[in-house]
Each structure stands twice: as structure tokens, then as C-alpha cells.
């Protein structure tokens, strides 16, 4: 292995290590919510808010590193050391509060701030890596090493409903453990070389940020990732209530409880890190609209399955949400891949940056919906809905395959 070769394997590892262990603070209050119901008897509403306010906290963050240029102007990795240090400590913070107080969802408001120095960001420095393709033709690594990475961010976010498992009801475990694992994801990140792709710090122009929506292939792209978060942090927040309420129907609720919390590991976390890492794969060789028109059809086909098995056997649901998790995310990075190769160089940060904003408002949509939703028409319907988002997605991307300026993309489209 050449010396660039084992700098490159070297500071993508750490460099997914680390972002597997700071996104692990998105889902950290999420994950406890069924603790925090039995032992303080926070409404659902108070629940979606432990989420949603994290997807309020970085589609902020997000704009004003979008508008100031920040992921293409400062050093990428003390931008994602100081976001993940300030995101450690606002999680942590929530220990001495009592669960109730409004405080706590300002806390995570400010922890999904500083995701936005770290998501972006940590997709941008694996970008600087890539091995570049001729265009049009099926070679080159952009999907696979964005997928991988994206692949980190997936098992990150599903970290805390392991912790979770095996603390028992003291949620405290959960929360102090993920607000430990982040903060050394701070300093480690320290440790990342950045690629020779990596471009040199650009004028500040805040106007090039409405880039991401006046290009035509780049506002397809971005139609694209829009149809995929319709669904993904949706299914991703309400999945381990649902599997936990279909459990309690078979088994003891102390099982139930375990073996919820668990599936809902492997479900996000498994299932979701092979399927980006296969997806980037695959994308590399048949092409990005290719992996991401058919895992969007795969997805949105069990958005529209699986609330029907709700109180089915446990083995049964468990393998159908399993193939959701597996495809829900595969085609995540190869959106944010796409982007990267359309954009100019000197602006993939901010585009990355611009397409994860817009997504994740997206996301507070669809997390507050799906409460009224199953309280009204039950589990079937609720996830039924979640299926129109692949539905425009694979109409996006579709349109994108047939433009001109597909060419661009590496991976190849056609």
C-alpha cells in the first residue's frame, strides 16, 4: 500500500469512526423516550419534540453555515471538533434537568445546531478523497466512500437504542454514555488528513448558496434527497415506538421492552449501514438514478406494508422493517454524491450543506405528523403516507437520468 493510500484508508476510518460516534447525540433523547414515558409520563407531542427539536436546532445551523459559507471557508476539522464538543456538552446537560422542563428542548435544539458542523461537513472532508471518473462512465469511488461514510452516520444515529438495551430503564446511562463517545469523536477528528481534492478556502459570497436550487440538475438532485427525508427521519423516529406498542401484544411487556429496543438497533443501525455502503457500491456500477429510483421503490413499497403487521408475529415484523431499514438510507449518500459532482468545487461544502437544510425542514413535517396521524387512522395509515415521498423522488431522479448535465456524475446515471 502506497503512503497516499494508507493516508487516505487511515483518515477515512477515523473519519467514519467519528462520525459515527457524534451523530450518535441525534437520536440520544429519542431513544428514551419509552423510559422517559414510564417514569415521567411526558406526553407524545413532548416526545416528537425531542426529536423534532433537534431537526429545528440543524436545519438553523445549517442556513447560517449555508449563508456564511462556513464549510468551505473554515478548516473542516476544527469546525466539526468545536460543533461536536459544544453538541456533547448540551447533551450531557440534560442529566441535571428534570426530563419535563422546556430547557431540555432548547438543549437539543442547540445539539442539532452543531450537527450542521458535523454531517455536512464530515460528507464533504470523505469527498476530498474520492478517486475521480471519467464523466458518464461507471468508475471512480464518490458513492461508494460517501456511502460508507453516510453508512457511520446511520449506525451513529441508532448507537443510543443499543445503549439503550442494555441500561435498563435509567435512561441516564443512555444520555451520559453517547455525550462520552461524542466528545472523543472531538479530539480524534483531530487525526484526519484531508484529500487532494480538498480546495483552498473561497471568497465569501452568500448568494452562491441559491446555487443548490437555480441549476436545474442540481435542484433535480436535491428533489430527490426531499422525496427520501419525506420518509426516512420519520421512520427512523416513530419505528421503536412502533415495534415496542406490536410487541407488547405478544409478548411480556419486560420483553417486549428489550427486544423492541434492540430490533430498533438493527433495524436503523444495521440494516441502515449496510444498505448505504452496499448502495455506494452499487451506485459506482449501475449508476446513482439506477440505486436510487429502486431503493426508493423498495422503501416506500414497505412504508406502505408494514403498518398493516402491526401485532403480527414478532419475527414476521421484524424481517419486513428490517428490509426497510436496509433500504430507507441506501440511497442517501448517493444524493448527497450527486450534488458533490454537480456542484462546482469550490462549493460542494456549502451545497452539501444547502441540500441537508432543506431536508431536514422537511423532516419536521413528517416527525409531527405521524402522532395525529396513528391517533386518528392508525399505524397503517400513518406509514402509508410516508410512501408519497419516494414517489416524487423517484419522479426527480428520473428527470435527472434524462439531462444533459447528468453526464457530470461520475457514477454514471444512464
Not at 493510500?5 to 433523547?29: I, Q, Y
Not at 446511562?173 to 461524542?182: D, E, H, K
Not at 408475529?313 to 458533490?340: E, N, R, T
Not at 395525529?372 to 423522488?393: D, E, K
Request: proline share 5%; with cysteine; hydrophobic share 55%.
Amino acid at each position: 500500500m502506497t503512503g497516499a493510500s494508507h493516508s487516505k484508508a487511515f483518515s477515512l476510518t477515523v473519519l467514519a469512526l467519528c462520525e459515527l460516534a457524534a451523530m450518535a447525540l441525534w437520536f440520544s433523547a429519542t431513544a428514551v423516550v419509552p423510559s422517559l414515558t414510564a417514569e415521567f409520563a411526558i406526553s407524545g407531542a413532548r416526545a416528537g419534540l425531542l426529536t423534532s427539536a433537534v431537526q429545528a436546532g440543524f436545519v438553523a445551523g445549517t442556513l447560517g453555515s449555508a449563508v456564511l459559507g462556513l464549510a468551505d471557508r473554515l478548516d473542516p476539522r476544527r469546525f466539526f471538533m468545536a460543533s461536536a464538543l459544544v453538541a456533547a456538552a448540551a447533551n450531557a446537560a440534560i442529566l441535571v434537568l428534570d426530563p419535563r422542563a422546556d430547557a431540555v428542548i432548547l438543549l437539543r435544539f442547540v445539539t442539532g445546531a452543531c450537527m450542521a458542523g458535523i454531517y455536512p461537513v464530515g460528507m464533504k472532508m470523505a469527498t476530498t478523497w474520492a478517486r475521480p471518473g471519467a464523466p458518464g462512465e461507471r468508475k471512480g469511488d464518490m458513492g461508494l466512500l460517501v456511502g460508507l461514510l453516510v453508512a457511520a452516520l446511520t449506525l451513529g444515529s441508532s448507537v443510543p437504542h443499543l445503549f439503550n438495551a442494555f441500561g435498563g430503564v435509567d435512561w441516564r446511562f443512555t444520555i451520559a454514555a453517547v455525550s462520552g463517545v461524542a466528545a472523543s469523536a472531538a479530539l480524534f477528528i483531530n487525526l484526519v488528513k484531508l484529500g487532494p481534492a480538498h480546495v483552498a478556502p473561497r471568497r465569501f459570497r452568500p448568494r452562491q448558496a441559491l446555487t443548490a436550487f437555480a441549476d436545474p440538475a442540481l435542484r433535480l438532485a436535491n428533489g430527490g434527497y426531499l422525496g427520501h427525508m419525506w420518509e426516512l427521519y420519520a421512520m427512523w423516529a416513530w419505528i421503536g415506538v412502533f415495534l415496542d406498542a406490536s410487541f407488547r401484544t405478544a409478548m411480556d411487556p419486560g420483553d417486549a421492552a428489550f427486544w423492541a429496543r434492540a430490533a430498533t438497533f438493527a433495524v436503523i443501525g444495521l440494516g441502515g449501514a449496510f444498505g448505504c455502503a452496499t448502495g455506494g457500491w452499487l451506485a459506482d456500477r449501475v449508476g446513482r438514478t439506477a440505486l436510487t429510483m429502486g431503493a426508493l421503490a423498495v422503501s416506500g413499497s414497505c412504508a406502505l406494508v408494514t403498518g398493516f403487521l402491526f401485532g403480527a408475529d414478532p419475527w414476521l415484523l421484524f424481517a419486513v422493517a428490517l428490509v426497510w431499514g436496509v433500504a430507507v438510507p441506501a440511497d442517501s449518500a448517493q444524493f448527497s454524491a450527486s450534488i458533490a459532482e454537480l456542484s462546482p468545487p469550490d462549493l460542494v461544502g456549502t451545497m452539501l450543506t444547502v441540500q441537508t437544510c432543506a431536508g431536514f425542514l422537511l423532516t419536521l413535517l413528517t416527525i409531527h405528523l405521524m402522532p395525529p396521524l396513528v391517533a386518528q387512522a392508525g399505524w397503517a395509515v400513518a406509514f402509508a403516507v410516508l410512501a408519497i415521498g419516494p414517489v416524487l423522488g423517484v419522479l426527480s431522479m428520473a428527470r435527472l437520468r434524462a439531462h444533459p448535465d447528468s453526464v457530470k456524475i461520475a457514477g454514471g446515471l444512464r
